[in-house]
């Protein structure tokens, strides 16, 4: 029993979700429009402004990807509708972010400046030179994209220099002590 997958979808007032043969969702929103092809032996429904996820049986494989297809689908109604956004920020002395029309530029250390051309549905905002926004309608493309971000300068233990996520804990370790 996948208890995600049980679990009923609210679509939200001023969001459209049309279900095509062959499970490929087309989901609209106030913000802009996902659409996604989900595994057509499970069975979607839409009952007014409810949304249910129905597997055939229960092997194991239609168990795992019960659960997943929910997953995906919630995450697309909440995108067009309210969106995502991960928040950077930039630990360390001359480290410095920001945005230059449709890329992104960042200072951190190397003797170059790293430039990042922002993907298409991802927009970017850089309210201190310390701190980076990052904003979109599909989670995968947003996580993937800060991902990228942080992936240039990771966090180290013993100072604490380099890109983290806002909510990110990073384990401290003491450094060489004299004799």
């Known amino acids: 029993m996948s208890r995600i997958g049980n679990k009923v979808i609210v679509v ?24 996604k092809q989900l595994n057509s032996d499970l069975s979607i429904t839409l009952e007014g402004n409810l949304l249910t996820v129905k597997r055939p049986n229960n092997e194991m494989f239609m168990r795992k990807i019960h ?19 991960k928040k950077l920020e930039i630990k360390g002395v001359g480290y410095r972010a920001q945005l230059q029309g449709n890329t992104l530029v960042l200072q951190l250390g190397f003797s170059h400046n790293i430039e990042m051309p922002l993907p298409e549905g991802i927009s970017l905002d850089v309210p201190k030179n310390t701190e980076i926004t990052v904003n979109g309608i599909d989670k995968a493309v947003v996580g993937q994209f800060a991902a990228e971000i942080r992936k240039h300068r990771k966090p180290e233990p013993y100072k604490g220099k380099g890109i983290r996520y806002v909510d990110e804990y990073v384990a401290r370790k003491a450094g060489k002590t004299a004799k």
């Not at 659960?67 to 956004?85: D, K, P, Q, W």
């Open 12 to 35: 939200p007032a001023g969001v459209t979700v049309d279900i095509k043969e062959g499970n490929f969702l087309t989901v609209k929103g106030p913000k802009g429009q996902l659409e």
């Open 67 to 85: 659960g997943t297809t929910r997953a995906l689908l919630f995450n697309m109604v909440h995108g067009v509708s309210e969106g995502f956004s």
